[in-house]
């Protein structure tokens, strides 16, 4: 594939993996291939201090390899930091599989990255993310014990998604409090983007407590289905990070905050599950805290999924996975509150408590 985009002579000159923007000292990225089932897949792992790196796996129909490469390590990245700061004993993980799920999907090739997973016996553990449905992860346990978030009947703790989105919006009432002096959601303009797993659970949180919710997606049967279910109202515009609404939560893809939008969010909060939602969070991150823009970091607040499927491996019940849920309303405005007293972007506050515990664990591992 290098060969494709530069003259061989130039290959010294290139450093595709060490040297890409988005690696961060990753312990380990494996690349997975099988001609048979048309598997290619690649697993980031980030960091493996607090623990064995667990993170979903995404598929999705990349543009290229660089595209999905780029995408793991974002993604791994940014999982170590969640677990961290959800004071979970796990590392930083996720994988990627080239494809489109809806039509590249087969059990045989679900089965063949199971195998990859298991070839690296516990040092990561893999969970659903994008394009991953819980009878996925079933299908993964036949070969590999190194998978959570299985259907309940197979012994797993279901779909992460509502947990997910349980938090998200307990983060955005955290935001809404530090930037209104309210959390109440009531009457609360609120735009969602995406409305799939999570963001539908969202939607449904907020209409319950009132919140004038319009939703957006790229698929038109679900905008019918949600609008219908919810009464929230469809997006009509062509403008919609200029929608004037107290509340953007981004529930699709990340790098929705980017040269091209950051200027023209009108929202005063950002809270959404989206992972990875600063294109560069030292750039953008910045902009936001400049332009009086509350933005609740993603790994923070989508971190019930996880809560969730390490409840798996813990063996701890509904009641804790709650709990620990409900604790990411706290964390974020501590986080929030810390920012302003230190004036540093929320996003770094944030990663500050993250590096401090794994910078602290990495000391008594040593002793
Ligand atoms: P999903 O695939 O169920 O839903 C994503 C939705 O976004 C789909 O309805 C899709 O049509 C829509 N979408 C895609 N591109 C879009 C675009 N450009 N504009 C508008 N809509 C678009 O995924 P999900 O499980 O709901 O996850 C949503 C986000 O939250 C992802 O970024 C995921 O990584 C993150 N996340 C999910 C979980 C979880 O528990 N599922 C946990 C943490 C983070």
């Known amino acids: 594939m290098i060969s494709d985009i530069i003259n061989s002579n130039d290959l010294h000159k290139v450093n595709p993996v060490f040297g890409q923007l988005s690696f961060d000292e990753h312990e380990q990225v494996v690349f997975c291939n099988d001609k048979d089932t048309g598997l290619k897949a690649i697993i980031g792992i980030h960091n493996t201090i607090l623990g064995p790196a667990l993170g979903g796996t ?24 969640k677990a961290a700061i959800t004071g979970l004993n796990l590392g930083g993980g996720k994988a990627v599989i080239i494809g489109d ?5 087969t059990p045989e090739l679900m089965k063949k990255f199971g195998e990859f997973v298991h070839s690296l016996s516990g040092k990561y553990i893999t969970a659903e993310d994008v394009g991953m449905e819980t009878s996925d992860m079933d299908l993964i346990r036949t070969v590999t014990p190194y998978v959570t978030g299985m259907s309940e009947s197979q012994g797993g703790a279901g779909n992460p998604s509502p947990i997910t989105a349980y938090g998200v919006y307990m983060g955005m009432k955290a935001a809404c409090k530090f ?33 004038q919710v319009i939703i957006d997606d790229i ?39 980017n040269d091209d939008t950051v200027y023209n969010i009108k ?23 400049e332009r009086g823009i509350t933005y609740a970091p993603d790994f923070l607040i989508n971190a019930g ?10 063996g701890y019940g509904k009641q804790e996975i709650i709990r620990k849920t409900e604790n990411i309303f706290n964390t974020t405005i501590e986080i929030l509150e810390n920012s302003k007293a230190n004036n540093i972007t929320s996003n770094e506050s944030a990663l500050n408590i993250a590096r401090t515990r794994i910078a602290d664990r990495k000391k008594e591992n040593t002793k």
């Open 58 to 81: 995404r598929m999705w129909s990349y543009k290229n390899e660089w595209e999905a490469l780029n995408d793991a390590l974002r993604l791994s990245r940014g999982m170590t930091f």
């Open 101 to 105: 799920a809806r039509t590249q999907k």
């Open 179 to 211: 930037q209104f002096g309210s959390d109440d959601m009531e009457d609360r303009k609120v735009l969602v983007q995406g409305i799939g797993h999570v963001g539908e659970s969202l939607v449904e949180h907020l209409t319950d407590e009132g919140a």
């Open 219 to 257: 698929n038109p049967e679900r905008l019918y289905d949600v609008s219908k279910k919810y009464g929230a109202t469809i997006y009509q515009g062509n403008s919609l990070y200029s929608e004037q609404v107290d509340v953007y939560a981004p529930c699709a893809l990340g790098a929705t905050i």
């Open 267 to 289: 929202a005063k909060v950002i809270a959404g599950a989206a992972n990875n939602q600063l294109a560069n969070e030292n750039i953008h991150g910045k902009i936001l805290q």
């Open 305 to 314: 999924g996880i809560i969730n499927v390490y409840a798996e491996l813990e």
